[in-house]
């Protein structure tokens, strides 16, 4: 006899929706939403019908849905979303000035960072980063602080798992992440070299929060071909520090 496949609950194929929804796929037809959500064309005409209403997704003339500003709204109060944001800010302002590069703010969400800042110049290096995106922690600056002061379980869960590569340049050997990690703390900085792309590097600092723990980092993005990584570290750390201060911390 065939399995009978599970009855998927009203907030599962309620978030199912919204999570139809990407930076590859931001405006979405009723017939895309359906098929990506895995739901009938009923069913999802009636849970768009109320997401839409409640303000969760805007439809534009077109008949094309896109997320909606109530959503927004509420990811506002997240402490690691606006909060961090507004008392980074005039940080990587400033060191966006210093440097005329990439500058970005990240969080770590379970084996990913989460880009939730980014300012960058007409003439800064091309990055493959945008407010919201997401990567492997052990390809980019940001994900390398974070996973160093992430805890031992977590480092060795993820030294254990597939290590995903990019360029010939992304770090694969778990014995090297480790080392790799080790170096982060020692020197309170991380560089990711050409892990992502083959023309860019990133040097990134901790950012702490009131009691200290890592809660965030900060980074410059730079051509790897003339990467001057001894006088980019003390600006990137002098920007994490200030973060941190406004965020409560007070090193002892």
């Known amino acids: 006899m065939p399995a009978v496949a599970p009855t998927r609950s009203a907030p599962d194929r309620l978030l199912s929706v919204l999570a139809a929804f990407d930076h590859a796929h931001p405006a979405l037809s009723l017939t895309d939403i359906s098929r990506r959500a895995g739901l009938s064309l009923t069913t999802a005409h009636r849970l768009v019908a109320a997401l839409a209403e409640w303000g969760a997704l805007e439809r ?4 094309t849905y896109h997320v909606g500003l109530r959503l927004w709204e509420i990811a506002a109060l997240a402490p690691r979303g606006l909060a961090l944001r507004q008392a ?6 400033d060191l966006y000035e210093a440097t005329h590069e990439n500058v970005q703010l990240a969080v770590r969400d379970g084996a990913e960072v989460v880009y939730t800042e980014w300012l960058s110049g007409h003439s800064a290096v091309g990055v493959r980063i ?24 977590l480092q060795e ?14 770090i694969t050997d778990p014995a090297l992440l480790r080392r790799t990690l080790a170096e982060v703390r020692r020197t309170g900085v991380a560089v990711s070299d050409r892990q992502v792309t083959d023309d860019a590097l990133s040097v990134a600092a901790p950012v702490r929060g009131p009691d200290g ?6 980074s410059v993005v730079v051509p790897a071909a003339n990467a001057q ?20 911390w007070h090193p002892t």
């Open 60 to 63: 534009d003339p077109a008949g």
């Open 88 to 93: 980074a800010l005039p940080y990587l302002e």
């Open 130 to 153: 945008r407010v919201g995106a997401r990567w492997p922690l052990h390809v980019t600056g940001v994900g390398l602080v974070l996973l160093a002061h992430g805890g031992a379980e």
């Open 157 to 170: 869960t993820y030294c254990a798992a597939p290590l995903a590569s990019y360029t010939a340049h992304t």
């Open 213 to 218: 723990e890592v809660v965030a980092a900060v």
């Open 229 to 248: 990584v001894p006088s980019l570290a003390p600006a990137i750390r002098l920007a994490a520090r200030g973060i941190s201060r406004s965020l409560g």
